[in-house]
Nanobody, 129 residues
């Protein structure tokens, strides 16, 4: 099956940067949606960004212009470059994958977490003010 392993979380001050990575294995379908989600303490899991294997991307409004999602197809590794971090970005960050032949969004909204079947264990990001 699909295995996803996140890395790169940590603690930074507001305004700082972090780069998350997600090493994927077992991706045998022709195309996938890959995404980053986050879940703060006591909050619902929310989509951050998604990318399909053709390179189409979508971002949550809260991270547009600050975060960049990318996919290294050769290494089967998903990245999330996070700049200008804010305390409200503090959360556990998860990568997710789902075999799909369509866009990973409906044109303006990321797919919900319920659309994804494969998940990593998560990596904690803490931003202090």
């Amino acid at each position: 099956g699909v295995q996803l392993l996140e890395s790169g979380g940590g603690s930074v001050q507001a305004g700082g940067s972090l780069r998350l990575s997600c090493a994927a294995s077992g991706l045998t379908a022709r195309s996938y949606c890959l995404a980053w989600f986050r879940q703060g303490q006591g909050e619902e899991r929310e989509g951050v960004a998604s990318i399909d294997t053709d390179g189409d991307t979508m971002y949550a409004d809260s991270v547009k212009g600050r975060f960049t999602i990318s996919l290294d197809n050769a290494k089967n590794t998903l990245h999330l470059e996070m700049n200008s971090l804010k305390p409200e970005d503090t959360a556990m960050y998860y990568c997710a994958a789902e075999a799909a032949s369509t866009y990973c969004h409906d044109g303006s909204t990321l797919w919900s977490w319920s659309e994804y079947n494969d998940w990593g264990q998560g990596t904690q990001v803490t931003v202090s003010s």
